[in-house]
């Protein structure tokens, strides 16, 4: 049985109370949002113009409890199109709820962004990449048996069953693909499977997730792009491939590697990100 909708605040209510909070601390009306994952989270301090906000002094705001993920809310310009970050993102291995992974990204379309660019850590699971990669995702697998979207829906945010035909963006792909060409950086693309975590996958599981189509694997994302999607917001989405999926190499996976892989990657990563967000703001090349 479903809880009664009644005294219950909703979720529209309590992303507008976020929302209004923000506005109070940050002044802007940010037009592209950022969800910096493992690692990259010091995009957000390079940022014209930075405000940051603690997600601690933002009541409702769940805060990540893994090493590489500050949690701050981040405003800022990048070449002068104004945006919003999420430095830091929550995971359902955590334990938090499907719902609660959702509340940045919901808190970002309630602030107006038209398009939410994602990035995240993920395992390699095409066995002709390495380990450096990066990854323009087309499409995703949610593996994690698990939906922000399930209960009641509030119309407010969106549909009963969106649509997910074109979850990631046509338009916001190419933009990334002309920047990785002007700027000379390989930018591989495919699908990404989203799984629960926290264990890396076992080598069948890795050999499953290749015959089911995927490119790669990691443990965020999915839910974040289905909720913005319910939303109507524009979505893209880069993942860092820091390691070979399990049984690949003969190497054993750590969350080290994830660390150091993602980190040489970080300029590239930055310079990719800049260029996107500039193309999709319309600031001219
Ligand atoms: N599997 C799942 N998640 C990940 C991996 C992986 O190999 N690497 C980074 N995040």
Same mark, same amino acid.
């Given at each position: 049985m479903l809880p009664p909708m009644t005294a219950q605040q909703s979720v529209f209510q309590k992303v507008n109370q976020l929302a209004n909070l923000v506005r109070k601390r940050a002044d802007t009306a940010p037009r592209v949002g950022l969800v910096l994952g493992s690692g990259l989270g &010091?995009? +957000? /301090?390079? #940022? +014209? /113009?930075l405000v940051k906000i603690p997600y601690?002094? #933002?009541? %409702?705001m769940p805060v990540s409890s893994v090493v590489g993920h500050a949690g701050n809310l981040c405003f800022g310009k990048v070449q002068n199109v104004s945006v919003v970050c999420m430095q830091g993102r929550v995971h #359902?291995?955590?334990?938090? &709820?499907p719902h609660a992974v959702v509340t940045g990204a919901r808190l970002m379309a309630q602030l107006g962004v038209e398009t939410v660019l994602i990035t995240n850590a993920a395992g390699g699971v095409e066995t002709t990449w390495s380990a450096g990669d990066l990854m323009l995702l087309t499409d995703h697998l949610n #593996?994690?048996? &698990? &939906?922000?979207?399930? %209960?009641?829906?509030e119309d407010a945010l969106g549909p009963r069953f969106p649509d997910m035909?074109? +979850?990631?963006?046509v338009d916001v792909q190419s933009a990334a693909r002309n920047v990785a060409n002007a700027l000379g950086i390989v930018l591989r693309e495919g699908i990404y499977a989203g799984l629960l975590g926290p264990t890396y996958e076992t080598p069948a599981e890795v050999r499953m997730l290749r015959t089911l189509g995927a490119h790669a694997v990691g443990m965020s994302t999915v839910h974040e792009v289905i909720a913005l999607r319910h939303m109507g917001v524009k979505v893209g989405a880069l993942s860092c491939i820091t390691n070979m999926a +399990? %049984?690949?190499?003969n190497e054993l996976l750590s969350h080290t590697e994830v660390e150091e892989t993602a980190s040489a990657r970080r300029e590239d990563l930055k310079r990719l990100l800049s260029g996107w967000i500039a193309h999709i703001g319309g600031v001219p090349a």
């Open positions: &010091s995009f +957000a /301090d390079g #940022l +014209a /113009d601690q002094e #933002l009541d %409702g #359902l291995y955590e334990g938090h &709820s #593996l994690t048996g &698990s &939906s922000p979207l399930t %209960g009641h829906n035909t074109r +979850a990631y963006d +399990a %049984g690949i190499t």
